[in-house]
């Protein structure tokens, strides 16, 4: 096995010439965000991640969680450690609102961290994930009262959180929740039912758990526009701030899963002694809305944990290649030479590398347009930032998702028979980054978002606004002297504006067609931004090459590795336009009793 290299190089420079972190710096509330601190944060932050975490990560995947006689769940070896070193070094509160104890620092500065946590410990960093996630919608929507019960042991990881969404019955179909939720004369309620897929959902890493429940009250109506939010505990809490009684809620089953075995997957069953007692948070019947703020947060962290594995996945691959002597050398015929001789061991390298770039720089800049729809005074830029992040956020979930899994897929490739063997340990990043395109939305759930709600609702407004960024990167790489990257992300734009063009003509009539080719076009999006990203780290890299500036093979390297995305990535672009306007109508044509 290969040690896990935070790949701190890369970050930097995306940082620097992509995500505007010495503009984000300026905005207010970001000051302390000076391109040394954020230097210091990641240094650091890698040390933890290669460190601690990383050495923890097969010990998890062998381990797993047991579910004990007595509903405690036991974590792996090393775990309970490890998270006490974490939070005592406030890294989960890196991002959260300095009030209730985090550092305030922009989300541009805790996307790489995240990167590094994932890439090193997935199983391990989802539990902070989550906390982070709950801090955001407690934030939003609690009341001042709650705020200062919760958040401050929230925000510290004193105290664990989840979210309660999914049940049997219902799957990904909220509308169909049937857990209740009963008024008490002191206010409170009482919540019975059951719900599944809880990620640390029982443990005992912390000694608390803050549940987030969607429930329906008695009156509500139907659908999801009856669904409230609660905060159930794991133990109650009484006035002076100690823990009290358990409250109602139990650990009935956790799932034996392909992948993540360190992280424990829980059922929950509320209410089987008389009921579990929560609190509404927000408004009765609009619980979604709230709950929604945790579930972007969690998309765009699952998207994190794409490029993560895919990083991870890449450098054992990498490392493998250097190592293993097999064959000989394609060209000159000289025995006794690494397999990264081959070209298409080199090939695939490459692609992975391309593919890794090109999404971690789509979300750090979506970072960064978090940051700008928060904190800049022009309430003009916040609201153009603000939308760029909804229409891509389900790229960043989807796209990203799905490319950490190919490339997680092709290192198995380069390992060859021995990546199938699981003591090489590159079969791990293959299993746990399965999860990652079904949790928080299916890819076909982000699809029918990004087409639905995104594009259709809206006209194509905001993504014909970004288009228009799209072609001016294109003319900058044509006037720059790289006219064949100007030229390709061209071809890839005219694809991408085709059919959308198509979408917004046929979505009132023939919606079935459109929704069927709408995966295919979430792949056109996410190939054609990460086309423009790998196609403006061209231009800030050749511009410090002619500056004299930084290391000119590293900059090389990139303007090289862009091209290469463009020459391989981008001409499928014109596929997927091609399936997004014809599969839906050989769809509809199928007959389905030939199924």
Known sequence: ?????????????????????????????????????????????????????????????????????????????????????????GWLGLSLPVEFGGQGLPKLASTPVMEMWNAANMAFTMLPILNQGQAEALRIAA??????????????????????????????????????????????????????????????????IVHLVLARLPDAPAGVKGLSLFIVPKFLVEADG??????????????????????????????????????????????????????NEARFGVGVQGVALAERAYQMALGYARERVQGRDAVSGASGQPILCHPDVK?????????????????????????????????????????????????????????????????????????????TGVAQHFRDARIITIYEGTTGIQANDLVGRKILREGGATLRELIVELRANAAALAAAGLAELGDGLGEAIDAL??????????????????????????????????????????????????????????????????RFYMATVGPQATAHAATVREAGGVLTRFDEAAF
């Not at 010990?59 to 490890?82: F, I, M, N, S, T």
């Not at 695939?348 to 090109?358: D, G, N, P, Q, W």
């Not at 609201?383 to 092709?410: F, I, Q, S």
């Not at 995966?519 to 410090?544: D, I, Y």
Request: net charge negative.
């Open 497 to 562: 504006e085709a059919a959308t063009d198509w979408i917004l003509a046929s979505g009132r009539d023939q919606l079935g067609e459109v929704l069927a080719g709408a995966v295919p076009f979430l792949h056109l999006l996410g190939t054609v931004c990460g086309g423009w990203q790998l196609g403006r780290a061209a231009l800030a890299a050749r511009a410090r090459l002619q500056a004299g500036e930084g290391d000119p093979v590293f900059l090389g390297s990139i303007v090289e590795l862009a």
């Open 143 to 208: 009341s001042a009262e709650q705020k200062r019960t919760w958040l401050p042991r929230v925000v510290s990881g004193e105290w664990g959180s989840t979210m309660n969404l999914t049940e049997p019955q219902a799957g990904s179909d909220l509308a169909a929740t049937r857990t209740r939720a009963e008024p008490q004369a002191d206010g409170s309620y009482k919540l019975f039912g059951q719900k599944i897929f809880i990620s640390y959902g029982e443990h005992e890493l912390t000694p608390n």
């Open 347 to 423: 090939r695939m390298l490459l692609s992975m590398r391309a593919r890794v770039m090109a999404m971690r720089a789509l979300l750090y800049t979506a970072a960064g347009w978090f940051d700008i729809a928060h904190h800049h005074p022009d309430a003009a830029v916040a609201d153009k930032h603000r939308r760029y992040v909804d229409l891509l956020m389900p790229v960043a979930k989807g796209w990203c998702t799905e490319v950490g899994n190919d490339v997680c897929d092709e290192a198995i490739q380069v390992f060859g028979g021995m990546g199938f063997v699981e003591e």
């Open 1 to 89: 096995m290969h040690d896990y290299q935070p790949p701190l190089r890369d970050m930097q420079f995306i940082l620097a010439e992509l995500a505007g972190l010495d503009d984000i710096s300026g905005l207010p509330g970001c000051e302390e965000a000076s391109a040394d601190v954020i230097g210091a944060v990641l240094e650091e932050a890698g040390r933890f991640a290669a460190g601690v975490l990383a050495p923890l990560n097969r010990v998890g995947d062998e381990q797993g969680c047991r579910l004990l006689e007595d509903g405690r769940v036991a974590a792996p070896e090393g775990w309970q450690q490890a998270y006490a070193r974490f939070c005592a070094a």
């Open 242 to 295: 100690s823990l009290g009684a358990r409250n109602d809620v139990r650990c009935i089953s956790i799932e034996h899963k392909m992948g993540i075995h360190g992280s424990p997957t829980c059922t929950l069953s509320f209410g089987e002694g008389g009921g579990a007692t929560g609190w509404l948070v927000g408004e009765p019947n609009r619980g979604l809305e709230v709950m929604f703020v945790m579930m």
